[in-house]
């Protein structure tokens, strides 16, 4: 047996060892309780409560070295919590163990009951009535905290059905009230104003990640998963804080075209030998949504390859006339090297650095998500996005190519979203030079 802490130890006399027999049968304890008294030493083995084994110092085991340990008054105890490992040589309950041992206790003592002394038994029956009152309270109670936060995964069925827009969400954490985002914001969930336990926790994940569970080194993991004729995008994130974020699998090739807006004035852009087309929304989800529905549209139009840089599955629609496909920031510079794709795409949280800075310049045509409110803001977060260092090549690189924008309305609104499309003019001032070619946006038609 491996050894393991001490995890209750004391003195007999104010605790009898009936009292810590009675206390590791209520807590199905397993362990090991070693007993000593000067030179003499008993061990009880316990498994799930239960009395399975006894040993005095001489190897002599069984029920007669069970009944000798609990006739002590005084001595030492200390019990470890381990796998004892020990055949089941006590068949007996621990209660009947205990109750033999009293009895046997009163016969050899009948002197001190007749002078008014409590017999063992008695004793022994008053303090199992007391704790068999603790554990019925303790039970009563465990069982109304569980039906107020546990959650079955049942009852996630109605949430998941909410999940229609590219903007829902689902946010799942152990002793945490279930989070829905629909609509445009953050809802009550139905039958979810209670905490969910981790129990309940645990079959949810379960639930959604049948079959496919993740590598236990991964802080965070993403997966796309089909639950009741649905796909759902799964993030599992790790940790002190372990959540379970939940969509739907949507998008503009799934949906039926989410996205609405003036998509054949892009096509002219689109078609050219280069462009640069940012998605601006002024939210991530927005501007996802959008950079998905154009990812889409670039792949029918032209039926080329599309490399797309991000961690987000939902940005990676399936195969349409051209090829998709998808790739970690970390591995752009290789995905590049071996598909050589006409164009690139780029998510929101992406920096520009890198493999994917070093892409930019080799791929004819780039589309972006950027986070922001108006269109004069798209260019410039853009920019803010990349070093210092790489700031001019990045500037020469929208100088020197077709650039507009497509600015999207916020995600998960009534209806579809919608966008307008905007192209970053280079006009000159009257000392014909050429004015920041970041600012004047004119609205293209």
Known sequence: MTQAPGILAGELGLLSLFDVGQLLMFNRATGVLTVTREAARVSLMFNAGQLVNAVDEQRKQGVEAAYQVFAWKHGQFEFRSLDVGSPVVILDGT???????????????????AAGVQPETAKLVEHQSRFDMLRD????????????????????????????????????RPGCVPRLHAGGGWQPVEGGDAPMDA????????????????????????????????????????????????APAVGAAVMGEPVTGPFEALDALLSQPAAILLAGAPAVDAAHSLLRALIVRLSDLRGITIV??????????????????????????????????????????????????????????????????????????????????????????????????????????AGAQSFTVHRVSRAADGSGSRRDPLSPVDLLR
């Open 95 to 113: 209660e009947s163990i205990m109750l033999e041992a009293a009895r046997r206790m009163d016969e050899s003592s009948a002197g001190a009951a």
């Open 199 to 246: 129990e309940a926790f645990e079959e949810l994940k379960q639930q959604m990640l049948a079959g496919v569970m993740p590598d236990d080194s991964a802080a965070t993991w993403r997966r796309v998963v089909r639950h009741r004729g649905r796909a759902f995008a799964v993030t599992l994130v790790r940790g002190v804080n372990e959540c379970l974020w939940i």
């Open 308 to 413: 797309v840089v991000t961690d987000d599955l939902l940005l990676s629609p399936p195969e349409s006339m051209g090829v998709v496909l998808p790739a970690s920031p970390a591995e752009t510079e290789a995905v590049v090297r071996s598909a050589r794709p006409g164009a690139i795409a780029i998510d929101a949280l992406c920096a520009l650095e890198g493999s994917v800075f070093t892409s930019l310049a080799t791929t004819p045509i780039v589309l972006g998500a950027v986070v922001a409110s108006q269109p004069e803001a798209v260019v410039p977060r853009w920019l803010m996005r990349c070093q210092a260092a790489d700031l001019p090549r990045l500037q020469s690189l929208l100088e020197s190519t077709p650039v507009a924008v497509a600015l999207g309305s916020p995600s998960g609104a």
């Open 137 to 172: 309270e303790f039970s009563r109670v465990t069982r109304e905290a569980v039906s107020e936060s546990r959650r079955a995964p049942e009852w996630s069925d109605p949430w998941l059905d909410v999940l229609q827009m590219p903007g829902d969400r689902l946010l799942a």
